[in-house]
């Protein structure tokens, strides 16, 4: 595991919106897509495809802790990625935490 840097505190979505955040992990190359959120003064981080959909959930709206899905409407919790209206369905997450005025992932 490694400790990615997604964002500068200064680029970081505003409170109640979310941002797309595409990188490469340092170690393996692989590509990720997240999505970066701002919720009562705390930073959420999930997966940016919609597992129904493959929708951008960056640019979905949110609705307290829920992420709306821009292409279905499916409601996906940013604290802990399942779904609203099925529980069985989940979305990766990933701790945010601000470090030398950027944040950071761990993946």
Same mark, same amino acid.
């Given at each position: 595991?490694?400790?990615?840097? +997604?964002?500068?505190?200064?680029?970081?979505?505003?409170?109640?919106?979310?941002?797309? #955040?595409?990188?490469?992990?340092?170690?393996?190359?692989?590509?990720?897509?997240?999505?970066?959120?701002?919720?009562?003064?705390?930073?959420?981080?999930?997966?940016?495809?919609?597992?129904?959909?493959?929708?951008?959930?960056?640019?979905?709206?949110?609705?307290?802790?829920?992420? #709306?899905?821009?292409?279905?409407?499916?409601?996906?919790?940013?604290?802990?990625?399942?779904?609203?209206?099925?529980?069985?369905?989940?979305?990766?997450?990933?701790?945010?935490? +601000?470090?030398?005025?950027?944040?950071?992932?761990?993946?």
């Amino acid at each position: 595991m490694a400790e990615v840097k +997604i964002a500068d505190l200064s680029d970081a979505p505003a409170e109640g919106t979310g941002k797309a #955040i595409e990188f490469e992990h340092p170690l393996t190359g692989y590509e990720y897509g997240i999505a970066l959120f701002q919720v009562k003064g705390k930073f959420y981080s999930m997966t940016n495809e919609c597992k129904r959909c493959s929708g951008q959930l960056g640019i979905g709206e949110l609705n307290g802790y829920y992420v #709306i899905c821009p292409r279905d409407d499916t409601p996906w919790n940013v604290k802990n990625g399942l779904c609203k209206f099925n529980k069985s369905l989940s979305m990766s997450t990933y701790k945010v935490q +601000i470090k030398d005025g950027g944040l950071v992932i761990v993946i």
